[in-house]
């Protein structure tokens, strides 16, 4: 009977043979995210390793025979962390693009109440052109990244966008949009027009995201930098 | 058959091989492996990646079971995913249709 696949503290892998714990600890080595998702792939990779090794056993191989063909078909690690890598980085784009659109609205709101009290967002666009375009900017990104690594509504035709880029692109106006408003404050600070707390509220949301999204942006950019096991 | 071959057919081979019911990795792996006869040179620690990917796009459907003491993730098609596989079929016959015409040497069709 197959035994419990468990990762150790340590980075082995528990009841399998030392090539495969091997393999899936070079794997997880190229694998960018948080250690829970890491570990969701890595047990199914490490069932099928063990069903593969088993296929080889039946046919008469020795244990440790076995599980290098099993290795050798599931491919090299760096190709197959490549993959991995691939996926978890569009993960991590899809909910970058998810963060930016859930918090856009409630910090916009904001602003709109420090800046232009009493008229609407058209006021500040006519204002201030630049922020439009940023935010326009920063809305299709995010919006093409959603749509390039999810289902796609039917009646949409296909999207051909790197969904790295598009969030990274996000995440850059984003960054650029907090980066002027929190400017423009500043100056009705220095002139003395900055009195409600909704200015102080405004400025901690924007700068909460200028601390989450130039690191999102490396982060999907980055590759892993962890030692192997 | 060569992995660079296959690689963009292979969503729709991962479709096919779910299309009689749930299948966990390892035996789409072997649904692979039997169909072809062991002709495809697959790297098959790629197919895991791809079928997580096919559940992004909302293709399969997949959740953990418990077999034999041992976490296994099994996926199936969703009605999407019948409709991408029914698309990629389409569009496999008349690519196929088409090289083999040429490859065969006949002449080419009069428009």
Same mark, same amino acid.
């Given at each position: 009977?197959?035994?419990?696949?468990?990762?150790?503290?340590?980075?082995?892998?528990?009841?399998? &043979?030392?090539?495969?714990?091997d393999?899936?600890?070079?794997?997880?080595?190229a694998?960018?995210?948080?250690?829970?998702?890491?570990?969701? @792939?890595?047990?199914?990779l490490?069932?099928g390793?063990?069903? +593969?090794?088993?296929?080889?056993?039946?046919?008469?191989? &020795?244990?440790?025979? !076995?599980? =290098?063909?099993?290795?050798?078909?599931?491919?090299?690690?760096?190709? #197959?962390?490549?993959?991995?890598?691939?996926l978890?980085? =569009?993960w991590?784009? =899809?909910?970058? !693009?998810?963060?930016? @659109?859930?918090?856009g609205?409630?910090?916009?709101?904001?602003?709109?109440? #420090?800046? #232009?009290?009493?008229?609407?967002?058209?006021? @500040?666009?006519?204002?201030?052109?630049?922020?439009?375009?940023?935010?326009?900017?920063?809305?299709?990104a995010? !919006?093409?990244? #959603?749509l390039?690594?999810?289902?796609?509504?039917?009646?949409?035709?296909?999207?051909?966008?790197?969904?790295?880029? !598009?969030?990274?692109?996000a995440?850059?106006?984003?960054?650029?949009?907090?980066?002027?408003?929190?400017?423009?404050?500043?100056?009705?600070?220095?002139?003395?027009?900055?009195?409600?707390?909704?200015?102080?509220?405004?400025?901690?949301?924007?700068?909460?995201?200028?601390?989450?999204?130039?690191? +999102?942006a490396?982060? @999907?950019?980055?590759?892993?930098h962890?030692?192997?096991? | 058959?060569?992995?660079?071959? %296959?690689k963009?057919?292979?969503?729709?081979?991962l %479709?096919?091989?779910?299309e009689?019911?749930?299948?966990?990795?390892?035996?789409?792996?072997?649904?692979?492996?039997?169909?072809?006869?062991?002709r495809?040179?697959?790297?098959?620690?790629?197919v895991?990646?791809?079928?997580?990917?096919?559940?992004?796009?909302?293709?399969?459907?997949?959740?953990?079971?418990?077999?034999?003491?041992? *976490? *296994?993730?099994?996926?199936? %098609?969703?009605?999407?995913? *019948?409709?991408?596989?029914?698309?990629?079929?389409?569009?496999?016959?008349?690519?196929?249709? /088409?090289? /083999?015409?040429?490859?065969?040497?006949?002449?080419?069709?009069?428009?």
């Amino acid at each position: 009977m197959a035994r419990p696949v468990n990762r150790l503290p340590g980075g082995a892998w528990a009841g399998l &043979p030392r090539p495969v714990s091997d393999y899936l600890a070079e794997v997880d080595a190229a694998l960018p995210g948080p250690r829970r998702a890491r570990r969701d @792939l890595m047990t199914e990779l490490a069932d099928g390793l063990v069903d +593969a090794t088993h296929h080889y056993r039946r046919q008469g191989l &020795p244990t440790l025979d !076995a599980a =290098r063909r099993a290795i050798r078909d599931s491919g090299p690690s760096a190709l #197959v962390g490549a993959e991995f890598a691939a996926l978890m980085r =569009r993960w991590r784009a =899809r909910r970058t !693009a998810q963060t930016l @659109l859930a918090t856009g609205p409630p910090i916009g709101l904001l602003w709109l109440v #420090v800046l #232009v009290p009493g008229r609407g967002p058209g006021a @500040l666009m006519t204002q201030l052109p630049l922020l439009a375009g940023l935010l326009c900017l920063a809305i299709v990104a995010c !919006a093409a990244t #959603v749509l390039t690594t999810g289902p796609a509504p039917r009646w949409l035709p296909p999207v051909r966008i790197d969904p790295l880029h !598009a969030a990274a692109t996000a995440c850059a106006a984003a960054t650029l949009c907090d980066l002027l408003v929190l400017a423009i404050a500043a100056q009705m600070v220095l002139h003395g027009s900055a009195t409600s707390s909704t200015w102080a509220i405004a400025a901690t949301a924007s700068l909460t995201r200028l601390a989450y999204a130039p690191k +999102a942006a490396r982060r @999907l950019r980055n590759q892993p930098h962890r030692a192997g096991h | 058959m060569k992995a660079e071959v %296959l690689k963009g057919h292979l969503d729709g081979l991962l %479709l096919a091989t779910l299309e009689d019911g749930p299948l966990h990795g390892y035996a789409v792996i072997e649904a692979l492996r039997a169909g072809s006869e062991g002709r495809f040179d697959l790297a098959t620690g790629t197919v895991y990646p791809a079928l997580r990917r096919l559940e992004s796009s909302g293709l399969l459907r997949s959740g953990w079971s418990v077999v034999s003491g041992r *976490r *296994r993730r099994t996926y199936h %098609l969703t009605d999407r995913g *019948r409709q991408a596989l029914a698309g990629q079929r389409t569009d496999w016959e008349e690519f196929a249709a /088409t090289v /083999t015409a040429l490859l065969g040497g006949r002449p080419w069709p009069v428009l």
